[in-house]
T-cell receptor, first 124, second 107 residues
Framework: EVQLLESGGGLVQPGGSLRLSCTAS????????LSWVRQAPGRGLEWVST????????FYTDSVKGRFTISRDSSKSTLYLQMNSLRAEDTAVYYC?????????????????WGQGTLVSVTS | EIVLTQSPATLSLSPGERATLSCRAS??????LAWYQQKPGQAPRLLIY???NRATGIPARFSGSGSGTDFTLTISSLEPEDFAVYYC?????????FGQGTKVEIK
């Protein structure tokens, strides 16, 4: 059974930092791209960042470029999101999500499994 | 950035009725479009990918159609558990983008 378990969310002041983690199980970790998708309170879904299965390629939405860094550790089957210079508009539930397609066939950047989410609240 | 516009914002229907949800892209996404369902307090669930392919375990009452810029999600006969918010998402270009959602509520 595929499972994704996020952690690391919390309350932080503007300008502060947090590192989110997502521990994965139930699939071959290196075979799939992984992504972070966020949802501000009462709002819709927003794609944040994606990392390829082998970690060589990373992608970011413009609003987080230069502030957030996505990474993965295959030895721990864990995805990370380092968030620096946090702003009030980064307040959201952050989900990690697994790609539907394995990299052997070409990642397709649709998300078939999601974690339960971790809440990041940026406020003074 | 490709903007996805979903309509209507809210759809009020009764169980057993047919639901038709629309997603329009600001430029062609070929058939690289997915639909997700989200219930309150839960993560989204993938329903449809590549415009018309049902994801694993998704009931046959859910179907998707369309290509280019106009897409439709149809729920043939609403079950009580189908009342939720539905999002479309494109994978054609970076950044990957979602529509703003359609809420299907009980009439």
């Amino acid at each position: 059974e595929v499972q994704l378990l996020e952690s690391g969310g919390g309350l932080v002041q503007p300008g502060g930092s947090l590192r989110l983690s997502c521990t994965a199980s139930g699939f071959t970790f290196n075979n799939y791209a992984l992504s972070w998708v966020r949802q501000a309170p009462g709002r819709g879904l927003e794609w944040v960042s994606t990392i390829s299965g082998n970690g060589d390629s990373t992608f970011y939405t413009d609003s987080v470029k230069g502030r957030f860094t996505i990474s993965r550790d295959s030895s721990k089957s864990t995805l990370y999101l380092q968030m620096n210079s946090l702003r009030a508009e980064d307040t959201a539930v952050y989900y990690c999500a697994k790609d539907l397609c394995s990299r052997s066939g070409g990642s397709c950047y649709f998300f078939d499994y999601w974690g339960q989410g971790t809440l990041v609240s940026v406020t003074s | 950035e490709i903007v996805l516009t979903q309509s209507p914002a809210t759809l009020s229907l009764s169980p057993g009725e047919r639901a038709t949800l629309s997603c329009r892209a600001s430029q062609s996404v070929n058939t690289y479009l997915a639909w997700y369902q989200q219930k309150p307090g839960q993560a989204p669930r993938l329903l449809i990918y590549d415009a018309s392919n049902r994801a694993t375990g998704i009931p046959a009452r859910f179907s998707g159609s369309g290509s280019g810029t106009d897409f439709t999600l149809t729920i043939s006969s609403l079950e009580p558990e189908d009342f939720a918010v539905y999002y479309c998402q494109q994978r054609s270009n970076w950044p990957k983008t979602f529509g703003q959602g359609t809420k299907v509520e009980i009439k």
